[in-house]
């Protein structure tokens, strides 16, 4: 007994002491945490700093502390567009802010409504008459587009600038799935929709094509007028078309052919980019680092900003009477997921809890591709309880409000977008993979018995009977119908006509309101002030609060050491670094339609060309490996 007590006591110290071990760590992280939230009173005279150490958003994503930890290190920060006009509006009128810093270095771009709102409001603190100075090392178009908002912009010696354009690879499997035995089931309506061609196609149809090209082409006639207007000398056509001979003229040096082309003025180092701050806003009296300057970062200024909330869910406006805003952001899913994705149950959730909180109006934030037809409708039933109750709803796309996200906008009075919007692409897509080849061929063979033509169906591994597919394919095609039915409706024109506007086809937001799916160009702020006047409230009178869920301490506490690290001196990124990224961006790709394909949610209203940005792709890849041959395991082991 003295024996089994000593190890009993051994026990309970070794468990006593790794809880006294978790408790220190997790305290001393939460005072790592406390000890970098930026103080109100910490605002000086001087630039404020806009080190855009990562991407643009509609909507900043939880950090998953679960991936934090297996990937040993802090995910790419995000930045919440609307949170980054709020900042620079007030710095213009800020009299302790006489610049704006502008560190393009590690900014990793955004998708074009949210880089356009950022733009427009660095072009507002221009016209306040504060300087903006821009560095940079390798500018992409994102950058640019910031950059050429800028009264000076300065670029790297050993940078440059390369616009290239939207476009890029879409991947195509069928090939390999023949070869290595797999069946994609592709149940597609919408002439236009080519979401299910990749794993059905080894190329583009005529019709997938030209749908892309319009609207690439539209979005680069877009993105090119709004670079020129900013900076009237800039020639985009020798920076694309004619780079070959610029740099034979100038001897490969890229920063000079950025200033040949007008998308840069000065040649410097960040240390001179600073000595030129230090002229305009004054020197940093405790830092005498070279290139020191006196400033306030982003999330020092942002915090000090007077509001009822604070981050990303801040309310707008002083009166008494509350609109709802409600923000479906990332790729509609049936469950839990969010902020940054748009997770059905928890959206209808918000929406109706808010129900009963005597909301003068609603306004609906899409940024969205789509996703499941189950969230959608499961969404847009939950804005129209709003209609029912005689309550304004406006829909106000952003980036995105395809397919899922248009099916949504079927809910609302009045949509409001802007013309580098991607909505349309009305149409379904069910894709679910079979293995009755691969198994054969390493001696695997399904036997089955059934009572009906449909027992055991769908069988990934036997195959899929003719009453299956039968089943599949009017299912899919009956959602269609609904989904222009809802549109007709909604628009006030004939099924016949909605028909024709939808087969999957993408429209930017420009040739969507000059075929009525839009009602007219505008922002937020733009549906805000619709959804008042028609709930019978003047300016003054109304606040919008953002309907959003309670923050997770622990997602908040990453994101804290996300923004601590970020507002470290950022390191050189090269032009071939600028390029190298790409690759990473065709693996996620791979991972994600690989993912996307094995999980089969059912019938879908995703739209496959704004499904996913560059950033959401890199933030997703190391989730999307675990997911895919997690996925894989269980169609095979899990029947």
Not at 22 to 47: E, I, K, M
Not at 100 to 127: C, K, M, Q
């Amino acid at each position: 007994m003295s024996f089994a007590g000593k190890v009993w006591r051994l026990l309970v110290g070794i468990k006593d002491g790794l809880a006294l071990v978790f408790l220190l760590l997790f305290f001393g992280l939460l005072f790592a945490v406390l000890s970098s939230r930026p103080n109100p009173a910490q605002v000086r005279d001087g630039a404020l700093l806009l080190s855009l150490d990562g991407a643009i958003v509609e909507e900043v994503a939880n950090i998953d502390p679960v991936e934090a930890l297996l990937s040993n290190s802090l995910p790419m920060r995000e930045y919440a567009a609307r949170d980054l006009v709020q900042a620079i509006d007030g710095a213009a009128r800020d009299e302790r802010i006489k610049a704006i810093a502008l560190d393009l270095t590690t900014f990793t771009g955004g998708p074009a409504v949210s880089l356009r709102e950022v733009a427009e409001a660095l072009a507002r603190f221009r016209t306040a008459g504060k300087p903006i100075v821009a560095y940079g090392v390798a500018y992409s178009d994102d950058a640019v587009m910031l950059a050429a908002q800028a009264s000076e912009v300065w670029v790297d010696p050993l940078g440059g600038v390369a616009v290239r354009g939207p476009g890029g690879s879409i991947l195509f499997y069928a090939d390999a799935f023949e070869r290595f035995g797999i069946n994609a089931h592709v149940y597609q309506v919408g002439e236009f929709k080519g979401t299910g061609e990749p794993y059905s196609n080894s190329a583009m149809s005529p019709e997938m094509r030209e749908n892309l090209e319009t609207y690439t082409g539209q979005l680069w006639d877009e993105y090119r007028a709004q670079v020129v207007q900013a900076r009237p000398n800039a020639d985009i056509a020798a920076a694309t078309t004619g780079l070959i001979p610029l740099l034979e003229q100038h001897g490969g040096d890229m920063a000079q052919v950025a200033l040949a082309t007008g998308l840069a003025d000065t040649v410097g180092t960040r240390d001179q980019w600073g000595e030129r701050l230090a002229e305009l806003a004054g020197a940093d009296e405790w830092d005498d680092h070279p290139g020191a300057f006196a400033a306030t970062d982003f999330d020092t200024f942002f915090a000090a900003l007077d509001s009822d909330g604070g981050g990303a869910f801040r309310s707008l406006g002083g009166g008494d009477k509350q609109i709802g805003v409600i923000t479906i952001a990332g790729e509609i899913t049936d469950g839990d997921a969010g902020p940054g994705s748009a997770g059905a149950a928890r959206i209808t959730r918000l929406l109706d809890d808010a129900l009963d909180d005597d909301l003068a109006a609603l306004v609906v934030r899409i940024d969205s591709p789509g996703g499941t037809v189950t969230g959608s409708e499961a969404i847009r039933r939950a804005v129209m309880r709003y209609r029912d109750r005689g309550i304004p709803v406006a829909i106000s796309m952003s980036n995105y409000a395809a397919s899922g996200g248009y099916w949504i906008s079927t809910a609302g009075q009045r949509i409001f977008a802007a013309p580098e919007t991607l909505t349309g692409s009305i149409g379904v897509v069910l894709v679910v993979p079979s293995f009755e080849q691969v198994l054969g061929q390493y001696g695997v063979h399904s036997e089955s018995i059934r009572t009906t033509p449909l027992s055991g169906q769908p069988d990934l591994i036997g195959g899929f009977s003719p009453e299956t597919e039968a089943l599949l394919q009017a299912e899919t095609q009956a959602i269609y119908g609904r989904f222009v039915g809802l549109v007709a409706e909604a628009r006030g024109i004939t099924p016949v006509r909605a028909d024709e506007l939808a087969q999957g086809r993408v429209w930017t937001g420009g040739s969507a309101r000059q075929l009525g799916l839009v009602d007219q160009f505008g922002g937020l702020d733009d549906a805000l002030a619709w959804a008042a006047t028609q709930a019978g409230l003047e300016e003054g009178d109304w606040r919008a609060q953002f309907l959003t869920s309670p923050p997770d301490p622990f997602a908040e506490m990453l994101a804290g050491l996300t923004a601590t690290s970020a507002r470290q001196a950022p390191a050189l990124v090269s032009m071939s670094a600028l390029f190298a990224a790409q690759e990473q961006q065709a693996a996620a790709r791979v991972l994600a339609d690989m993912e996307r394909m094995m999980s089969a949610p059912g019938v879908q209203a995703l739209c496959l060309g704004c499904a996913a940005d560059s950033a959401a792709l890199l933030r997703q890849s190391a989730h999307n490996t675990r997911g895919f041959w997690t996925i894989l395991a269980t169609r095979f082991f899990a029947l």
